[in-house]
């Protein structure tokens, strides 16, 4: 199976990719508006040290895990040990690792479709089809469904392509042009007035905030989101890595970039809300806090598009293409995650997977959409507060536990001879045994109090 497994091509493919599933809407609006909403720069400096003291370690659990068996995670996890029982424990944590891959990408597909409508009705309306426009801005069913099918397909079309000419080649296609939309809108706004103000809530931290234990919560739950933890997808994509590859190293490039988006992006969102507050749009709720959440993308800041006269159109057109980028390259790398197990363990073509996958996926965004009251926020839930750290516990535990040491450095050793001299082998093995774990499930248990 080895040779007909995809690979990526290059290390700046995969770097590309993985940073595509890294950097979606958990960093472009998730990250800046929990930054804003938890104490601005005490957020940023929490959100930094988890990310590489917590985040990183889990993710080279699961980038290891992946290389190492070259499966899908089910595959992945079942194959670590010969022992029945602790096959067994693989194979369900492989399964409720898919589960809730399936379940994010539900939720995920719909939040992409609004940004698509968003990005369409400047569009529309620059065109001249007032219509279409405000058709597009009626938020129906109707409306949710189309778009959320539009942005689905897309990612069904990417994935049936395969790593190398879908993921690998559209990752590096996008995620550069994605940059480039940030940086410019970035330049725009911080030369309006207010932003200033909007700079220095974001950056300069509120030192009696920094051992908040709701702030920790929040940037630890931020982290594991945003660098696409605890499901498999990292665990797959690391599964098409080359032998030659560093993984250690790889792991570094991959939070760095992701967390560089987060940080990049709050210097666009956070003085955006500023510039808002200084024309006149209510950006605090009543109890004097900043608007956070959709009623921030899909209020506060096409607001301030309004303000901006005849730019404002083509600012909201960018800032929307922008979130659909990065929406869909996070969206391919959950679908890779099923599409990987039909094709691997069932052995149904990928196009053919891909459809099926994928349609079955948006057959429940359907269903969330036509319920949404009672879906939508459970669903994210159940997901990302309990499915991402449990799963995220249960992954270091096979690379710590279930792997035996021999196994793991001799995987590491691959793309990096000296590995065994290391600070990273000397700390991580031990991290992910014990301090990944114990941390994860106390932050978790926190939570729920
Ligand atoms: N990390 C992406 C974001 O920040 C979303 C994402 C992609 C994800 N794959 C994931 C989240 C797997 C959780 C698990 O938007």
Redesign the pocket.
């Known amino acids: 199976m080895a040779q007909t497994r995809g690979q990526f091509s290059s290390k700046i493919g995969f770097l590309l990719a993985a940073a595509g ?7 472009i609006w ?1 990250f800046p508006t929990q930054a804003a909403s938890n104490g601005g720069g005490a957020f940023l400096l929490v959100y930094l040290v988890l990310a590489f003291v917590l985040a990183y370690p889990a993710l080279m659990a699961e980038l290891t895990i992946g290389r190492y068996a070259r499966a899908n995670v089910i595959t992945a996890l079942e194959s670590l040990s010969e022992k029945p029982g602790l096959r067994r424990a693989g194979w369900l944590s492989g399964s409720a690792a898919v589960a809730v ?1 399936i379940f ?1 990408l539900s939720f ?1 597909a719909i939040v992409a479709g609004w940004m698509l409508s968003e990005f369409l009705s400047p569009l529309a309306a620059q065109l001249g089809a007032g219509a279409t426009e405000s058709w597009l801005d009626s938020a129906g069913f109707a409306r949710n469904a189309l778009v959320c099918a539009i942005m689905s397909g897309l990612t069904i079309a990417i994935i049936a392509r395969g790593v190398e000419k879908g993921i690998e080649a559209w990752s590096t296609r996008l995620m550069p042009l994605l940059f480039a939309i940030l940086l410019g809108l970035i330049i725009y706004v911080l030369t309006q007035a207010g932003a200033g103000r909007g700079l220095a809530a974001y950056l300069i931290p509120t030192p009696s905030q920094l051992l908040d234990p709701q702030l920790i919560l929040s940037a630890l739950g931020q982290a594991f ?7 498999g ?1 990292m665990l797959i994509y690391g599964s098409y890595l080359r032998d030659t590859d560093n993984l250690p190293r790889m792991g570094v490039s991959v939070t760095l970039l992701d967390t560089g988006f987060a940080f990049t992006a709050g210097l666009l969102i956070l003085p955006a809300i500023y510039v808002a507050d200084a024309r006149g749009i209510a950006v605090f709720n009543d109890t004097g806090g900043l608007i956070a959440g959709p009623d921030l993308i899909f209020q506060v800041l096409p607001a301030l598009f309004d303000t901006m006269g005849s730019a404002g159109a083509w600012v909201a057109i960018a800032f929307f293409a922008l979130m659909s980028i990065a929406a869909l390259t ?1 969206a391919i ?2 679908l890779e995650v099923p599409v990987s197990v039909c094709v691997e363990r069932w052995k149904i073509s990928r196009p053919r997977a891909a459809c099926l996958s994928g349609g079955a996926i948006f057959a429940i965004s359907l269903l969330i959409i036509w319920q949404f009251e009672a879906l939508f926020n459970t669903v994210i839930t159940v997901t ?1 507060v309990y499915g ?1 750290p449990l799963l995220g516990v249960a992954l270091c535990v096979f690379a710590g536990w279930v792997m035996q040491r021999n196994q793991l450095l001799n995987e590491l050793s691959k793309g990096h001879p000296e590995i065994e001299k290391t600070v990273f082998w000397k700390i991580w093995p031990f991290y992910v045994r014990f301090i990944c774990p114990a941390l994860i499930l106390l932050t978790f248990v926190q939570s729920l109090r």
């Open positions: 599933s890294a950097v979606g809407l958990g960093n998730g891959a994010i995920y989101f945003s660098l696409s933890l605890g499901v997808t996070s790398s959950l990302t991402q």
